[in-house]
């Protein structure tokens, strides 16, 4: 039985795990895959037939699919991003080396795609909780919510992002920020979502 050469094996990795990330960046701008002859453009690769192997590989391990047409496409791992061990938010800690499994934002996030929208916040009535003027929060759309949870709800015809909760007199919206009243409905109090997730740039 052969031995596999375990250099130029992990050499080959090396380099494709190095294009895989150039094409990621491509991706990114233009949201549309090269053909096999810009990939070769833009990876530097001359033949058809080491951009074949490249893509063939890529496929082996999950990060591109076909089409019933042929057509190339991104799955959900060539969108996954390296997890990279823990930064405790105390002490430092040594860097981990980067582990192997990747995280995908849906698949941490989103669990129904049918259900879930992005919403932009305007206000700092939550700073409290985290939740800035500009961020986005994740939301699944729902009518329902218990108290204490954060949720989109419509109040009296506007949107607002606050905490749900009750007391002897019904049911209102609470904001995090003491700045701000509690508001209680002079009409309609309606849950349009959930609030599971949020994220911002820097």
Do not use: C
């Not at 031995?3 to 990114?28: K, T």
């Not at 949870?149 to 209102?172: H, N, S």
């Amino acid at each position: 039985m052969p031995r596999v050469n375990e250099r130029l094996l992990s050499s080959i990795m090396s380099s494709d795990l190095a294009r895989l990330q150039v094409l990621q960046d491509y991706f990114a701008t233009y949201k549309i895959l090269p053909s096999y002859a810009g990939m070769g453009t833009l990876l530097g690769l001359r033949s058809k037939n080491s951009i074949s192997k490249l893509v063939f590989r890529l496929k082996q391990q999950g990060f591109f699919g076909t089409t019933p047409q042929g057509k190339l496409f991104p799955t959900r791992a060539f969108f996954a991003r390296n997890l990279v061990g823990e930064a405790p938010a105390g002490f430092p800690s040594p860097v981990e080396e980067a582990q192997e499994d990747g995280i995908s934002i849906d698949d941490f996030l989103v669990d129904q795609p049918s259900k879930t929208v992005l919403v932009q916040v305007h206000g700092d009535s939550m700073l409290g909780a985290g939740i800035h003027d500009g961020d986005y929060v994740v939301v699944k759309r729902q009518d329902k919510a218990q108290k204490k949870q954060i949720i989109v709800a419509m109040i009296d015809g506007e949107f607002t992002i606050k905490y749900f909760d009750q007391d002897e007199l019904g049911y209102f919206l609470r904001p995090d920020n003491p700045n701000y009243p509690i508001l209680r409905p002079q009409d309609e109090l309606s849950v349009f979502g959930l609030v599971i997730g949020q994220f911002r740039k820097y």
